[in-house]
């Protein structure tokens, strides 16, 4: 088995600075990770490409809040966006879609096809799937490169893990916390996710919205400290093996 990866999952150009320095090996780019992420904009993609030093961006593509079951329209949407993300010289992509309990695979085979050389993750939405081993056998003949996967649930974890066998990556991603590093690792994962987030003051003088109240006082962005914590424990958890 080679290195475990570590991407960091951003959302504003302090993120992407951040990634640059600590020298990452990718970036998932999205925007309103305090709702489990959504498509950034162009202009977004575009300064995260153009940020030196940056490492290869993958870029979230999911279209509002909410489930994974998408309408036609929506669909028609995530593929509009796609062809934006490769125009705009991202690295990958990263999307996901469920129908009925299942993976959604017209979804996934229209996402791989507009992807065209780039690579494609299949997102958290393979947590909502009660038997994630016919998950992987779906998503690998769709030719999707990997599935993030809950980090939460070991056992899950793992099981995806042998499913895959090789054939697809799992990257592990949602609870990621330096002293779980060690466990994720021995699942045989081949990537480890996280945002790494911490509040900052923002303070809002009127109400926006009902998830954005007057007087609201923080917002969330990358906390450099716990992410380069977690790099240097991941890199700490592979050193025996590497010298094996």
Do not use: W
């Amino acid at each position: 088995m080679g290195m475990v990866d570590f991407e960091l999952a951003v959302q504003d150009t302090h993120g992407l600075r951040v990634a640059a320095r600590l020298g990452v090996d990718r970036v998932e780019l999205g925007t309103a990770l305090a709702l489990g992420g959504l498509t950034p904009s162009r202009g977004l993609i575009e300064t995260a490409v153009e940020t030196p030093g940056i490492p290869p961006v993958h870029v979230l593509v999911r279209p509002r809040p909410g489930g994974f079951d998408y309408e036609p329209d929506e669909t028609t949407l995530i593929l509009r966006d796609i062809r934006n993300v490769r125009a705009a010289g991202a690295a990958g992509i990263v999307v996901g879609g469920v129908r009925e309990g299942r993976v959604d695979a017209d979804l996934v085979e229209r996402v791989v096809a507009a992807a065209g050389e780039l690579p494609v993750t299949f997102h958290r939405a393979f947590d909502t799937l009660a038997d994630p081993q016919r998950a992987v056998e779906t998503l690998v003949p769709l030719g999707v490169r990997r599935i993030l996967a809950s980090a939460t649930d070991l056992d899950r974890l793992a099981g995806a893990v042998d499913a895959a066998a090789g054939r697809i990556e799992i990257m592990a991603g949602g609870g990621v916390r330096p002293d779980l590093v060690d466990e994720i690792v021995r699942t045989g994962v081949d990537a480890i996710h996280a945002s790494a987030k911490h509040t900052v003051g923002a303070p809002v003088g009127v109400t926006l919205g009902s998830s954005a109240q007057a007087g609201s006082q923080g917002r969330e962005t990358t906390d450099e400290r716990q992410a380069a914590q977690i790099m240097a424990t991941l890199r700490l958890a592979q050193a025996p093996r590497n010298h094996a």
